[in-house]
């Protein structure tokens, strides 16, 4: 198992930026892949952006594409996701995800990943 604690979320208005940070402790972080997901009030989790174990792939939501980007640093056992050009409807609980499977596909199934982190709120004023 790998514990995740993500970090980094808070109040911003819209147009702004804010930088989220996912920790990875015990088992090898580099043999993962990571999602980011997100659950808004009386929504269901969706996928929002994932990366590959050497962090050559990455993948997006349509709705966050060319405003997020999502990066890591293996040797920090660190994944990032950059937020750019928040909007509103970004406003909800960050979460990130390990996944271990060989052949990790599709990034956007959360019943996929083996490990969640706690969450960290995002909110985004208008």
């Known amino acids: 198992q790998v514990q995740l604690v993500e970090s980094g979320g808070g109040l911003v208005q819209a147009g702004g930026s804010l930088r989220l940070s996912c920790a990875a402790s015990?088992?090898?972080?580099?043999?993962?892949?990571v999602g980011w997901f997100r659950q808004a009030p009386g929504k269901e989790r969706e996928f929002v952006a994932g990366?590959?174990?050497?962090?050559?792939?990455?993948y997006y939501a349509d709705s966050v594409k060319g405003r997020f980007t999502v990066s890591r640093d293996n040797a920090k056992n660190t994944v990032y996701l950059q937020m750019n050009s928040l909007k509103p409807e970004d406003t909800a609980v960050y979460y990130c995800?390990?996944?271990?499977?060989?052949?990790?596909?599709?990034?956007?199934?959360?019943?996929?990943?083996?490990?969640w982190g706690q969450g960290t709120q995002v909110t985004v004023s208008s």
């Open positions: 990366i590959s174990r050497s962090g050559v792939n990455t």
């Open positions: 015990g088992r090898t972080f580099s043999n993962s892949a």
């Open positions: 995800a390990a996944g271990f499977s060989a052949g990790f596909s599709p990034y956007s199934d959360s019943r996929r990943y083996d490990s």
